[in-house]
């Protein structure tokens, strides 16, 4: 089972993305689904997470600005980002944690904001 993510692009700060990002089949054991990213030269950090009862939770450096959501029936997780700035950039990778199994990663998508 495959993670393909997409809705990247180039985009002006202040401005607004969708990410989306889908199972290509059933994904077993799911308990959370969430979103990563990482900017050049920096680590990989938790952009945002959804358990599978549906609460959230963001990174200080995007809550107001950003907004997870989920579709368990398609195991899908989208990331509604707003208010974009600069330091935003990053190639985003959506990923699935499971109950005693390997977290599944997607490929990652690439976010730019220019100033």
């Known amino acids: 089972v495959q993670l393909q993510a997409s809705g990247g692009g180039l985009v002006q700060s202040g401005g607004s993305l969708g990410l989306a990002c889908a199972a290509s089949?059933?994904?077993?054991?799911?308990?959370?689904m969430a979103w990563y990213r990482r900017a050049p030269g920096k680590q990989r950090e938790l952009v945002a997470s959804?358990?599978?009862?549906?609460?959230?939770n963001y990174a200080d450096s995007v809550k107001g600005r950003f907004t997870i959501s989920r579709d368990i029936r398609k195991t899908a997780v989208y990331l509604e980002m707003n208010s974009l700035k600069p330091e935003d950039t990053a190639v985003y990778y959506c990923?699935?944690?499971?109950?005693?199994?390997?977290?599944?990663w997607g490929q990652g998508t690439l976010v730019t904001v220019s100033s």
């Open positions: 089949g059933r994904i077993s054991n799911t308990v959370a």
């Open positions: 990923n699935v944690v499971r109950q005693s199994l390997p977290d599944v």
């Open positions: 959804i358990i599978v009862s549906g609460t959230t």
